[in-house]
């Protein structure tokens, strides 16, 4: 780790962003190098500084004092924020790579997450804000609302796409982050209460209280055990200086943060590709592609197909393996998904049919909407375009496989 090479880029990148990222574009980065040389060292400022603050500082609660978490509290919740915070940038990095030829530009994972990295780098310095007081929370804002702004100047350079739609990919990413930030906070939020609850603060609990193995409750505390066993296999890994070791433990460690038992192989482009048919309703099949990427453990498998009758009206199909989120679309489940808001030209909705996740969002205006499943915890099916009614699209969708995807929900897990 050279971190004279590390505060160059910070500077660089945060005073002259238009400059820095064509040199960011051309420089030949490692996953490995990147993560070790920038990611986990500008990472780790928000959750250390959090840690201090809310263990040592503490949080002013009105009329009541000041409020300091205990020292196991705070440092489990420093650990999993971290490792967190690790997986969330390689996720948001592979959604901004898919959504890329979307907005006109190139898929390539590598320039995606050296986007999401260098973007992240004002957010991750502002996280120093937690430690000020009085204008902290102003320096986390301001922080985020510059890291936006570097993701819009450097989207156009690093994944190619037009600068006049950079503006509306930025806002799909930012979307992107923002989901997986809440998923993140909620997961260690929960965590952090888990731990409280079993007693983790005490040493001497002989019997802590529980909830029940089959709950919500009782799913966080089987995963937060994970998580802190896996914290301790990482760590004495690092102690070993054994290379294969440390390996093996970041492999089960982003295993275990993602939900997964171990590495999950997304299905092949031939095998995706086979569950676009030919046809579906009146539609006739007149492209199809499928391709897979993916890194550290983690992949992700599309197939996309486009559908049209003989007026050339036609509508989009896209199949996504999440398997490398495989576990956190089942750690989901343990909060209330469903949510409904109405407009005056359309609606949009998310509601659980079943054991399936759905989304639908029409604009009578326009005539045009998607209707999307989350199929077995893993695979995301979305069919979106014009039509007369959302029912097209329902009842395009219905002419998929769905039971077939399903069956390979587990399919490729290690």
């Known amino acids: 780790m050279d971190l004279s090479k590390i505060i160059a880029r910070v500077q660089a990148i945060l005073t002259r962003p238009k400059q820095e990222w064509p040199v960011i574009a051309g420089e030949q980065s490692s996953l490995k190098e990147l993560y070790l040389g920038y990611i986990m060292v500008l990472a780790a400022i928000g959750p250390v500084a959090g840690f201090f603050k809310m263990t040592v500082i503490g949080m002013d609660v009105p009329f009541m004092g000041t409020y300091r978490m205990g020292f196991g509290a705070g440092l489990s919740n420093m650990v999993f924020s971290y490792a967190?915070?690790?997986?969330?940038?390689?996720?948001?990095?592979?959604?901004?790579n898919h959504l890329a030829p979307t907005f006109g530009g190139q898929k390539d994972v590598m320039q995606a997450l050296k986007t999401v990295a260098y973007s992240y780098t004002a957010a991750w310095i502002a996280g120093l804000g937690h430690i000020v007081p009085w204008v902290g929370m102003a320096i986390l804002i301001l922080g985020s609302v510059y890291s936006i702004y570097?993701?819009?100047?450097g989207l156009p350079v690093m994944m190619h796409c037009p600068r006049e739609k950079a503006a509306k990919y930025a806002a799909a990413c930012i979307v992107v982050a923002l989901v997986v930030g809440i998923a993140i906070s909620l997961l260690v939020g929960g965590i952090t209460g888990v731990r409280g609850m079993m007693g983790g603060g005490t040493m001497h609990q002989s019997a802590p209280g529980g909830f029940d193995k089959d709950s919500p409750g009782g799913n966080m505390e089987e995963w937060a055990k994970k998580m802190e066993s896996a914290s301790e296999e990482l760590k004495k890994a690092q102690e070993s200086g054994d290379a294969q070791q440390q390996s093996e433990a970041m492999d089960k460690m982003i295993s275990t943060a993602t939900g997964n038992a171990g590495p999950v192989e997304s299905l092949a482009p031939e095998r995706i590709k086979a569950f676009l048919p030919e046809k579906l309703a009146d539609l006739t099949r007149s492209e199809l592609s499928a391709e897979r990427s993916g890194a550290m453990g983690l992949q992700i498998s599309t197939a996309q197909g486009t559908y049209e009758d003989q007026s050339g009206n036609g509508l989009q199909v896209e199949i996504t393996d999440m398997a490398a989120v495989k576990g956190i679309m089942g750690l989901a489940g343990w909060v209330g998904v469903e949510q409904e808001r109405v407009t005056e030209t359309g609606y949009e909705k998310t509601y659980k049919d079943g054991q399936v996740l759905v989304h639908e969002?029409?604009?009578?205006?326009?005539?045009?909407?998607?209707?999307?499943?989350?199929?077995?915890?893993?695979?995301?099916?979305?069919v979106t375009?014009?039509?007369p009614d959302i029912g097209i699209l329902k009842n395009a969708a219905r002419g998929i496989d769905l039971e077939g995807l399903a069956a390979l929900k587990d399919e490729g897990v290690q």
């Open 84 to 96: 967190m915070a690790l997986v969330g940038v390689y996720l948001v990095a592979l959604i901004i």
């Open 150 to 153: 570097l993701l819009y100047l």
């Open 361 to 382: 969002q029409w604009d009578r205006q326009a005539g045009s909407g998607e209707y999307s499943l989350i199929v077995g915890e893993r695979f995301n099916v979305t």
């Open 385 to 387: 375009g014009s039509a």
